[in-house]
């Protein structure tokens, strides 16, 4: 891949966030924090499908640990979490929430700041990951987030600064990006970034599936609880799905180019999933990114029943075609097949994070999921107005998504957003 200036930067930043790591380990606040077999004291924000995973997973990892507290806006899916998780006889012994521990409503997350816990794993709806990062980081905890970590810039900036944070005093932050911790992608990377494509050209990547699950609305919700129980829906609480899903495959675009776009375009729109059951969201995507140095990369993301699917990754450079999904493999002058041990990637993101607290050698991802965040919203952006969104622009936007505060009451839904009409 031809290095530029954007590629070294990048590279670069890279090198300065592990320079700062070690200088903040060598002053020892956080060097002993879980060493060897120090148990753990875990806290978990977020008792959806995804948390509930998430802090199985982290309570899972070599070593001992412990849940200590929990929280979530609504007392049944709290205390669902902690059901689910006692149903395991070995994580049952791990658990020790209190009542006191459990922590319900809005401001749950600041009660578990406060527990006397060593790693949060953050796994909210999207709209609330930057103040829990920005509290977690705060409390000097090591942290898990889910990806994305925000809805819009603002939330971004926000996540970016916590991050500088969290470099400065020694703080381990792993995302849900969980690609960076799957075998044949680390594997394609590591060919990709040595040049076995040659200069880069272009890249696609596609998440097209089929619908995902709705709660039917009850009687006695007000608008709000009905839209953060339907958070899929709502722009101000997943970003749409092109950033709560999409961004995954955007990393990996990223990932392989070492840079994030200058500037993108797109379209998109609300076909087939028109009932207001589904809120406002789009139901399909289609953006065109550039990237320094000329390359684009054309992106598709679509939730529609019935429609072909496909979720990949793949990267054209003049030498060779790389291919990430199903299959990993590279054609071309470098001809390659990824045949080694595959591995859980969800369960190694969180082994990778507590071996790195108990080894005093904490690593970062702060800064990545943040610019693979703000690369998705980018592209919402641009579909959601129909014009072309630079990267800078994006970063500097002060649209701001959701309400001031979160009472359960009347909300209404934003509109179907129109290209042409709908500010960036």
């Not at 090198?15 to 606040?29: F, P, Y």
């Not at 499908?49 to 997973?57: V, Y």
């Not at 684009?296 to 072909?308: L, V």
């Not at 970062?364 to 969104?389: D, H, K, N, P």
Request: hydrophobic share 35%; net charge neutral.
């Amino acid at each position: 891949m031809t290095t530029t200036r954007r590629s070294f930067l990048y590279t670069a930043a890279a090198a300065a966030t592990a320079q700062s790591l070690l200088r903040a380990r060598d002053q020892g606040r956080f060097a002993r924090q879980g060493q060897g077999g120090d148990e753990l004291k875990v806290a978990h924000v977020g008792c959806g499908d995804h948390g509930s995973g998430a802090i199985a997973q982290a309570l899972s990892t070599k070593g001992p640990t412990r849940l200590v507290a929990i929280a979530d806006m609504f007392g049944d899916r709290l205390e669902g979490c902690l059901q689910n998780l006692a149903e395991s006889d070995e994580l049952k012994k791990r658990i020790d929430v209190p009542k006191e521990r459990r922590f319900v409503g809005p401001d749950a997350y600041l009660g578990v700041m406060a527990s006397g816990c060593d790693v949060v794993v953050v796994a909210t709806p999207p709209h609330f990951r930057p103040a829990h990062f920005e509290a977690a980081i705060a409390a000097k905890k090591h942290v898990f987030f889910e990806k994305p970590v925000a809805v819009d810039a603002p939330g971004v900036r926000r996540v970016i600064a916590a991050h500088e944070k969290s470099v400065e005093i020694g703080l381990a932050v792993c995302s849900g990006l969980q690609r960076h911790h799957q075998n044949p992608y680390l594997e394609i990377m590591q060919r990709i970034h040595r040049g076995d494509l040659g200069r880069v050209l272009f890249a696609r990547c596609s998440w097209n599936q089929g619908g995902l699950w709705h709660a039917d609305r009850q009687p006695e919700w007000s608008d709000m609880e009905w839209q953060l129980r339907n958070w899929l829906y709502f722009t101000w609480l997943s970003g749409d799905h092109i950033v709560e899903q999409h961004v995954h495959n955007l990393d990996v675009i990223n990932w392989a180019l070492q840079a994030h776009p200058k500037s993108c375009r797109g379209m998109g729109g609300r076909q087939v999933r028109t009932d207001p059951k589904y809120g406002h969201i789009f139901d399909h995507h289609a953006v065109q990114y550039q990237y320094e140095g000329g390359a684009y990369c054309f992106s598709e993301s679509r939730q529609i029943d019935g429609c072909a699917n496909d979720v990949s990754e793949h990267v054209y450079g003049a030498d060779g075609e790389a291919h990430m999904g199903g299959s990993f493999r590279i054609t071309g002058k470098n001809a390659w097949k990824f045949e080694g041990q595959q591995n859980d990637p969800y369960q190694t993101e969180h082994d990778d994070l507590f071996a790195a607290i108990r080894a005093g050698k904490p690593f970062q991802e702060g800064r990545m999921v943040a610019e693979s965040t703000l690369t998705a919203i980018m592209g919402r952006m641009a579909t959601y107005s129909g014009r072309e969104v630079t990267w800078d622009q994006a970063l500097a936007s002060d649209e701001k998504w959701g309400p001031e505060n979160y009472e359960f009451g009347s909300l209404p839904v934003d509109p179907v957003p129109m290209p042409g009409q709908k500010r960036g």
